[in-house]
Structure formats: C-alpha cells, structure tokens
C-alpha cells in the first residue's frame, strides 16, 4: 500500500513540476507583448489567449500537486492542535461528503464540456476542429485547455484517494504515514527546525530535573 501511496504521490509531484513551466511561457508571452506594444506600437493579437491559456493550464494541473504536499489553504490555527486520530477524522469526512463529489461532478462536467468544444468547426467541414478564441481574430484554440479540465479533476480525485488512505492508517496507528516531499518555503523549514529545538530542549530540561531529582533522593538517603 505503502508503494501505491508513494506512485500517486510521485505522479502529482512530477505533473505539477511539468506545467510549472508553463509560467516562463506565460511570462515570455506577457513581456513581449509589453515591449511591441509599448515601444513598436504593434500590440500582438494572441497575447491576451496566451496569458489566461497559459495561467489556467498551470493552475488547474498544480491541484493535485499542491494536495499531494499539503499547501491547499486550511484554517491550521485550529488545525494544528488536533491530536493526529482527530485530524484524520475531520479530514477523512471532508473527502467524502465534499471533496469527491466535487471533483466527479468536474470530471463529468469537464468531459462534456471539452467533448463540446472539440466538435465546433468554426472553419467549415474541410477546415480543423476545435473551438477558437473570440478574444482575437488569430483563432487561438481553447480545446486544448478545457481538455485539461476533466484532467485535472481526475488527478485530483487520485490524490484525494491517496489522501483518505493515509487518513485511514492515521486512525488506525494514531501517526501520519509518510508521504512523498519536495521543496518547501524558507517560513516552513525554519518552524520544523524551531520545533525541532525546543523539543530537544525540553528533553534536556526533563533529563535535568530527573537527574537533580534522583540526586536529591540520593541525598536524602544518606546516613543519618
């Protein structure tokens, strides 16, 4: 079960670092269009389809990802002071009752949606299929990124599967299973490190007080 966990982990980790460079395309996109625009006074026509193809795509493909390492939004000030058995048993009730029908009703409704647009033929029978971009006169296809939608949703609820297994064990064992890491912000690693310290800490003041304790009784059971 262990190695299961660790694939679903690894499949998000590795789809989320893919389309993360879907972000310089977006930046590339976004800064020639300020320079021709600005400077040549010869705004593009596709830059504008680019920028919200290009964002959407990372946003929606950075899901399970950002699931996977657990940096969705939560209100962990409450959170974080759960036992792990609660923890898991919140978490295992919100996958059910609300995260799995949302993401199959967007794996269901993402189908449709892109089956849909990859039967438009804005250019006759002879011409490609796909529906275009009523932004720009170019016709840039939008198929492509409302393909990605069911996709991402179905990635999701293979994460979330992933998820409501380790809230089982949770609550079987009392611990969190181990999950597959990547990088963390700076803010993240410095927490783990201070809590690390003062957990050392107050081992080395409890091994203090044993110690002065034990030697306090040994006093005390001199001669008299």
């Not at 964002?55 to 409450?78: E, N, P």
């Not at 949703?153 to 293979?158: K, M, N, R, S, W």
Request: charged share 20%.
């Amino acid at each position: 079960m262990e190695r299961v966990l660790l694939f679903i982990d690894r499949l998000s980790l590795w789809t989320g670092k893919a389309f993360a460079w879907c972000i310089l395309i977006l930046a590339f996109g976004t800064s020639y269009e300020v320079f021709v625009r600005y400077v040549l006074r010869n705004p593009t026509s596709w830059a504008f389809d680019l920028s919200y193809i290009m964002y959407g795509t990372m946003f929606m493909m950075a899901g399970a990802y950002a699931l996977s390492q657990q940096a969705h939004v939560r209100g962990d000030f409450i959170y974080r002071l759960w036992p792990p058995r609660v923890q898991a048993g919140i978490e295992l009730v919100l996958y059910i009752f609300f995260f799995f029908p949302g993401m199959l009703a967007m794996v269901y409704a993402g189908i449709v949606y892109a089956n849909e647009s990859w039967h438009y033929m804005p250019y006759g029978f002879t011409g490609p299929r796909g529906e275009v971009s009523i932004n720009s006169p170019v016709g840039v296809p939008v198929s492509p990124l409302k393909t990605i939608l069911p996709l991402a949703a179905f990635l999701l609820v293979l994460q979330g599967i992933a998820e409501s297994i380790r809230c089982i064990q949770c609550l079987r064992t009392g611990q969190w299973p181990q999950r597959l890491k990547d990088v963390e912000e700076l803010e993240v690693e410095l927490i783990r490190k201070h809590k690390e310290e003062m957990e050392a800490q107050q081992q080395q003041e409890e091994l203090e007080a044993q110690k002065a304790a034990r030697q306090d009784g040994e006093g005390n059971e001199g001669p008299k």
